[in-house]
């Protein structure tokens, strides 16, 4: 019999399945960054079914910051099998957030308790697939090299509203050199399904962002001379979307803590 | 019989041949911007065949500023039957330049009088192809906009070396949004025969140009609040590159007096 897989034996060599197993079994409860190199980690999202349609369709027209990568099998089915044969989406990830009418209420390690059969699973791509194809090619993340969370800002970009959802995008930073960032955009257009190409870069203000120094999310990082600010759209939009929204009930994953999917970074490239 | 074409018949809806015709029975003299829309345009460099080889090398190991499209047939041959199966390039150019030993020494509207058995011709993709890719997809091109030549400028980039052939990179340079910068570069990535992406945004002291306003060829072009300046790669630069070589005899074409080709456009497109 293998032994059972915990915090200490996970690492970037794990597969997907392994690092599942072990939340499942609650032996790991922590960020899954850096685990299982070169699969899809997806944020996630749970609805009611009525409102399931107009979260599909935010995610539809706003492909940038909602870039829908899987979906469960059915209304109140914890399958995934998009993501993986033996996902159980009431487990496997490693932390979840519970929100009542918008407002956050529970923290927990999973959600079998409180599972509903009206429940809708959305996996969205997410930036570490992206990161991982950058620095691949030698280009630095600071947000990595720094040790810290990326900084995250509220924008003035408006998201296309859908139904109860609507939000102003939220934006990922990764300061960079110009020749760097033009390689970033070629090598992000590939990814469409995690956030794709940036959406802007240079002046923070064009985009109302006022303090690159105190991001709304997340870490400051260091801007070096020389360097531009590149933002990139941002998970936490939907997050924002779903808080403006104040649903009865709503699950997503704790920031950094994902599911790791049987899908391969390379698989969601469209060149 | 048809009539014969003439800068009054010659436009966007000409063919390359009917063009090139023109051109090789005098009766166009111009520039060729805006004739024959979706056929490749190129920068024309002669040079005698001792020195061929180092340019070769040169365009390999440059291709953003130097994208080698097509050559001579043979040494001495004026056929480049890569460009056009009908092409003399001792006559379908509407203007050439004449240097000897880096020097100006003639312009003249064809160069069959002296014309060598060891000269060997190379076509150089140029910025027209590109500019109408943007254009097509709604992206303003400022000198376009502003009826004037786009604003080229000398850089701290050195080519790699070559032979006899070494330069700084030339630049062009087109204000634009950030995002329809982010636009452009996934589009021009798509184009690396005609100089492919840019190679930087923003600062221009970066890559060691120091007033925006003076561009060293071309004309000043208007940059508007919330615009960055975006860079690319020059034809201008093996211009440089043979200008330091001082070979005994070498022709390019005027600026903007360039051979059509009966390539297409999107036949250039890697993707």
Redesign the interface.
Known sequence: MSEPKTANTLNALSSPRDVRQAIRNDLFRSHTSGLAKGYVQCNLVILEQELAADFLLFCQKNPKPCPLVAMSDAPGNPRISGAGKDVDIRSDVPQYKVFEHGKLTAQVNDVQDIWQDNFVSFLLGCSFSFEEALIDDGIEIRNIAEGVNVPMYNTTIACKPAGAFSANMVVSMRPMK??D??RA??IC?RFPNVHG???????PE?IGIYDIDNPDYGDRVTIKP?E?PVFWACGVTPQVAISNAKPAISITHSPGCMLITDIRNSQLSV?
Not at 197 to 203: K, Q, R
């Open positions: 110009a020749s960032a033009i955009i070629q257009s190409a940036p959406v802007h870069f240079g002046d064009l020389g531009v060149l």
